[in-house]
T-cell receptor, first 115, second 115 residues
Framework: AQSVTQLDSHVSVSEGTPVLLRCNYS??????LFWYVQHPNKGLQLLLKYTSAATLVKGINGFEAEFKKSETSFHLTKPSAHMSDAAEYFCVVSDRLSGNTPLVFGKGTRLSVIA | DAEITQSPRHKITETGRQVTLACHQTWNHNNMFWYRQDLGHGLRLIHY???????NKGEVSDGYSVSRSNTEDLPLTLESAASSQTSVYFC??????????????FGPGTRLTVL
C-alpha cells in the first residue's frame, strides 16, 4: 500500500525567503512522486515529478524537490518565495512500474507568503 | 490543444435528486479518474477507469457511479444526492502504462452544493 504524509498543513513565509514543504511517503513499489499546486478556485497543475532519473528534480516557477530513498522523503523547496506562490500544494505518490495505479494524494500544505 | 473539461462548473441541487457531472478529455488518454476535494481531506478517489467499459471503485465510491462508453468521456452520477456530497469534484486523465505516463491532467473542477 502507498501513502503520503505532508508534515505541515500550513506554512507561512515572508516574500524573498526560502520555502520548504515537507513530504514523506510510503510505498511497497518503486515510486513515482509528484508535486501539484492548486491556486484558489483553480484546478491542479503539475509542478514537478520524479520517475527514477535524477534524484534532484527541477520544476516550474523555480521549485525543486529531492528524492531521498533512505529517508523516504520528497521535500519541495524554492530559494526565494514570491507572492504568486501562495497556494495549496499536494505531494502525490504512485507505483512507477505500473501506470495503472491510482495516485495517492497527501492532504495538502497551504503556503502563505507575507509581503 | 488537448484539454480536459468539466460541466457544469457550478451546480446546486436538492437532496434525493439524481445528478450527473460531465468530464470530457481530448488527450486520447486511456485512464480517467474522479476525485472529490474537501477541506482537511485533500483529494479522495471516487471512481476510475482504465479504458472503455472498464470502471473501478475508489476510496469513497458509495453513492456514486460511472460508466465509460467511449475514450473521451467519464460521467459521474450521484444516484440520490445527499448533503454529505457537497464538495468540489475534479476529473483527471492519464496516458497510463509506466513511468512518466502516470502524470494526471486535471479539469477545472465542478462545485456541487446539495441543499
Amino acid at each position: 500500500a502507498q501513502s503520503v504524509t505532508q508534515l505541515d498543513s500550513h506554512v507561512s513565509v515572508s516574500e524573498g525567503t526560502p520555502v520548504l514543504l515537507r513530504c514523506n511517503y510510503s510505498s511497497s513499489y518503486s515510486p513515482s512522486l509528484f508535486w501539484y499546486v492548486q491556486h484558489p478556485n483553480k484546478g491542479l497543475q503539475l509542478l514537478l515529478k520524479y520517475t527514477s532519473a535524477a534524484t534532484l528534480v527541477k520544476g516550474i516557477n523555480g521549485f525543486e524537490a529531492e528524492f531521498k530513498k533512505s529517508e523516504t522523503s520528497f521535500h519541495l523547496t524554492k530559494p526565494s518565495a514570491h507572492m504568486s506562490d501562495a497556494a495549496e500544494y499536494f505531494c502525490v505518490v504512485s507505483d512507477r512500474l505500473s501506470g495503472n495505479t491510482p495516485l495517492v494524494f497527501g492532504k495538502g500544505t497551504r503556503l502563505s507568503v507575507i509581503a | 490543444d488537448a484539454e480536459i473539461t468539466q460541466s457544469p462548473r457550478h451546480k446546486i441541487t436538492e437532496t434525493g435528486r439524481q445528478v450527473t457531472l460531465a468530464c470530457h478529455q481530448t488527450w486520447n488518454h486511456n485512464n480517467m479518474f474522479w476525485y472529490r476535494q474537501d477541506l482537511g481531506h485533500g483529494l479522495r478517489l471516487i471512481h476510475y477507469s482504465y479504458g472503455v467499459q472498464d470502471t473501478n471503485k475508489g476510496e469513497v465510491s458509495d453513492g456514486y457511479s460511472v460508466s465509460r462508453s467511449n475514450t473521451e468521456d467519464l460521467p459521474l452520477t450521484l444516484e440520490s444526492a445527499a448533503s454529505s456530497q457537497t464538495s468540489v469534484y475534479f476529473c483527471a486523465s492519464s496516458a497510463g502504462s509506466s513511468g512518466t505516463r502516470n502524470e494526471q491532467f486535471f479539469g477545472p473542477g465542478t462545485r456541487l452544493t446539495v441543499l
